[in-house]
């Protein structure tokens, strides 16, 4: 089993700045970009890639306050339900 041996740690200033590992990182963020239909060399397709994020948040938002309110309309309905039906029980129709 052979194992590469590091000849000295890399200090934080060469782990930075290593160029192998800078132009490794630019190629997986632009293919996880073109993945996504997004070429980050033009400005206003990621401006635009920026906007549909915020849009999406909002929609997930609402969708959380829609459920919230159902789940309190839905609560009112069984409270006005029981409240109902015990006048009808006590004091008949």
């Known amino acids: 089993m052979s194992e590469h041996i590091h000849p000295e740690p890399c200090s934080a200033y060469h782990a930075s700045n290593c160029e192998y590992a800078n132009s490794a990182a630019e190629k997986a963020v632009k293919k996880t970009f073109a993945i996504l239909g997004v070429d980050i060399e033009r400005p206003e397709q990621v401006a635009e890639f920026?906007?549909?994020?915020?849009?999406?948040?909002?929609?997930?938002?609402?969708?959380?306050?829609?459920?919230?309110?159902?789940?309190?309309?839905?609560?009112?309905?069984?409270?006005?339900?029981?409240?109902?039906?015990?006048?009808?029980?006590?004091?008949?129709?």
Request: glycine fraction near 12%; aromatic fraction near 6%; avoid cysteine.
């Open 50 to 93: 920026q906007d549909a994020l915020r849009f999406g948040k909002k929609l997930f938002k609402l969708a959380d306050h829609g459920v919230l309110v159902m789940v309190g309309a839905l609560a009112l309905l069984f409270v006005a339900a029981v409240v109902v039906g015990i006048k009808v029980k006590l004091l008949g129709s």
